[in-house]
Every structure is written in structure tokens, then in C-alpha cells.
């Protein structure tokens, strides 16, 4: 086998409470990318289509990740990279750690397999930080291990696998407005009350637990962050109004996605799902902003082989 494409998908990072720590992964939505095996050694992009992006690996986060990969395999050949990019950069559903998941899956396939998921989770994380300057893996564990993840630690880096209640379904809707992580991450605080604190970790556990025992109830009471959301919301013209309708319609928990602008609301059921997405469409019309909304499964599967040659 010398070249595979690849579905890698869109996740939703933080999940209300988890700054950081807790994501999922989305189906619906992703870009498509071929890894192709070469017998000139190094790292090339040789296509980039859907957006501009920089064809110069130590630019790229694909790129970046790779070459983290390839200095650590050392293998006897090198890897030609086409990314078709369906994610917008800056929408906050995860378009670096798609790219930046996606080399790395999509080589390991190739070298046959060496490295775990939570080894190409390391090498992504090399890929992610370029974009958004700080390290860290709630996006990249989703799209690699699918379903729900929580990031234990980054040192040493573990990955848990949380079970997926399987009546869940995400409603996402993405102002088309760009808001870098780089720059949602400035605005948050050094510090936290410690009456704060004790609240999201209370939620971050209880949604755990929540998820781990399919109780729905629990999992609203549970998707609440009052420790990010407060400072970033303000960055999202009409998230109130979303979460408004949203909650008014039935959806368990509605909350930023990733570092915005995209919101999240978790349903129980596709029929609030589609309820939910056409109160969201019918409120945000008012914003006068354009967006895309859709509605989700839960992506059980992460990152998956399209084909291979
Ligand atoms: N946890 C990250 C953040 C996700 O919210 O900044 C976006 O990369």
C-alpha cells in the first residue's frame, strides 16, 4: 500500500466545563486529505484545496505534525501530503487538529501501524500548537479515538475514552466570523475563584458520570462553564439568543465550541436535534450574520480510511 485518503473530522473541544480536557467528535463534517508514500525521503504538501493555507511544512500544521512523526520513525522513504479542506480555519470546530491529525494518521497507515493513537496524539499536538500557540489535545483525542475523550494529562500524556450515550446528537452552528484561538485564549484569566473552580470541577465530573451511566438529566445539569464562557461569549455576537432558543427547545447544554465562534448544543434525540437547529436558524437570522448550522451524530469511529492503493 502506497497512499491512502482519509476522512479526518470535526470536533467539538471543551464540552462546556472541560477547558482544555474534554471533547467529542462530529460526522457530518470534516476534510478529506491523501497520504502518499514516496521514494525521495522528507515531507512535501503538493496540494492544498477549500482554503489558503501555507504549502511550506514548518507553516503547516499538517506539515508540522508530520515532520514530528517522520524525525521520530526515521523511515526509508518520504510522504507527499494533499489536504482538501472542508473545515473553516478559526471556526472552532477543530480545522487544525483535522490537518494536523490526518498526516500523522494517514503516515502511521502507511509505516503499518507503529505508533498507538495516544503516541499520533503527541505528534498532532506539535501540529496544533503552531495554530494556536499553546499545546494541547482536546480536539486532536476526539478526531483520532472518536466518541468522547478526556485528556487525563499531556505529561505524561494519557487519553481516556468516554462512553457516548447512544440518543445523543450535537447541533452546531457556525457564525461566519474568525475568531484565532490564539486570540480566545489571550482574553481568559490568570487566575479563577476558587468558588468557581470548585463549580466546574463539580460539572466536569458529574458530566462524566452522567455520560457513563446514560443519564441525560444529569448531563444538562452538568454542561456549564463558569470559568471560560463568561469572557469568550462576549466574542460571539447573538450567543445568548442561541442558547436561549436552544435551551427553550429542549437541547441539554449549549456552550462554545472549542474556542468559538461555532456553538454546540447537545440533544437528546434527532427529533430535539432538528427542533433545536431550526430554532437556533429561525433566531440567528435576526444577527444578520451569514452561518452554516447542521446536526451531528456522535462520531463513534474518529478519523477513518476512505481508500487505499
Ligand atoms: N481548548 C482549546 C481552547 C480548544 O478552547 O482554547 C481550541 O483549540
Redesign the pocket.
Known sequence: MNEIKLFSPATV??VSCG??VLGFCLDSIGDEMVIRKTVEKGIRITKIEGYDLPFEVEKNVAGVSALAMYEAAKPDCGFEIEIYKHIKPGSGVGSSSASAVGSVYGMNVLLGNPYSKTELTAFAMKGEAVA?QSE?A??IAPALFGGFTLVKSLEPLEVLQIPTPSDLFAVVIHPQIEIK?SD??KILPEHISLKNAITQWSNVGSLIHGLHTNDYDLISRSLKDVVVEPFRSQLIPGFEDIKKAALENGALGTGIS??GPSVFSLCKSDSTAEKVEKAIRETYQNQHIPFEIYVSKINLDGIKLLNEN
Open positions: 473541544a471543551n477547558f482544555d494556536s494541547h482536546d480536539n484561538t480566545a485564549r472549542g474556542s
